[in-house]
């Protein structure tokens, strides 16, 4: 018996009827009000995260398929952070009255493109209506040492993966009426929640950690918070999108700087033991690079240089 045949009639559950087609093996048990939870070793992770039109993305920039995979991404980027290997994943789907099925279907296919990449199956969630697309995504997931923002001490060395500011170069371009470099859209569009690496850091001993969703500027400042203690990070180390310095140069300011602005480019700010010296078996082991930025210090706050001057950044916010 297919999923679809355990619902009843109506418009709604058509509509569901089709998502579920859509889906196939990404989708998990569905048909009651509940779903449960698969059970691995460890601590249950548990996440939310919302993904607005109009504040997150707009439609003219993603197609829908793109809109669903960004949305689950930038959730599943928190268990990331959490070294915690996804178990799936819910999600409260809003879309403006009148929107056809195929809009549905795409964005949650995209969705489903995601949880399967990271390992897990959509588990069920909610369909309502609303003035613009959202889409509320809870994600599930077991850490054997469920990895928080405390716990960075001084001597720690600060560490970023992979390349940062390729989605800030992508959203500028757009906010400008221009078409972004191929590069810089997938990085907008196409992020991958860093799950092997996030589990590989913790395996190194890594003491505190989290995803760069608020830009390196803001970030950074949330690991110093919750941990107590102070950062000090030399940007010429940071590790830049190639489509950044062509949009550092439009707009007049250092190529850093713009990438430590940007958000949403869901790669992992994590410290690390001074004794820590495998970053490149980062790379080998989880498909990503692993940088060395700078050191926690004893004290507060973050300060950042570039040339050996301070420069002063602020976290990224939402259009």
Do not use: N
Request: glycine share 14%.
């Amino acid at each position: 018996m297919s999923q679809g045949s355990a619902l009843g009639g109506g418009g709604e559950f058509d509509r569901i009827r089709a998502i579920v087609a859509a889906l196939g093996d990404d989708l998990g048990p569905i048909g009651d009000d509940t779903a449960p939870i698969p059970a691995r070793q460890g601590t249950l992770v548990v996440s939310t995260d919302a993904s607005v039109e109009g504040v997150h993305f707009r439609r003219a920039w993603l197609a829908p398929e793109e809109i669903g995979w960004r949305a689950a991404m930038s959730a599943l980027s928190d268990l990331a952070a959490a070294a915690a290997v996804p178990a799936g994943l819910t999600v409260a789907l809003s879309v403006p009255a009148g929107s056809d099925d195929a809009l549905v279907v795409e964005l949650m296919r995209g969705v489903g493109l995601a949880a399967r990449t990271a390992g897990c199956r959509v588990l069920g969630g909610d369909l309502t209506g609303g003035d613009a697309i959202a889409l509320a995504i809870t994600v599930f997931g077991h850490a054997v040492r469920p990895m928080t923002r405390r716990g960075a001490r001084p001597g720690d060395g600060v560490w970023v993966t992979g390349l940062q500011g390729g989605a800030r170069a992508a959203l500028l371009a757009w906010l400008d009426g221009r078409t972004p470099p191929h590069a810089a859209r997938v990085a907008f569009a196409k992020p991958r929640a860093r799950i092997e690496a996030g589990q590989w850091l913790a395996a190194q001993g890594a003491t505190a950690m989290l995803d760069l969703s608020d830009g390196l500027g803001g970030d950074l400042q949330h690991l110093a918070a919750a941990s107590g203690v102070g950062l000090e990070v030399d940007l010429a180390r940071l590790p830049i999108h190639p489509s950044v310095h062509a949009e550092a140069a439009r707009r007049g300011e250092p190529a850093p700087v713009l990438a430590a602005t940007g958000g949403e480019d869901y790669e992992l700010l994590v410290t690390l033991p001074p004794e820590f010296s495998a970053e490149r078996g980062c790379e080998p082991a989880c498909g990503s690079l692993l940088t060395r930025i700078g050191t926690v210090v004893a004290g507060s706050g973050v300060v950042m240089r570039l040339g050996g001057e301070p420069v002063a950044i602020e976290s990224f916010r939402h259009r």
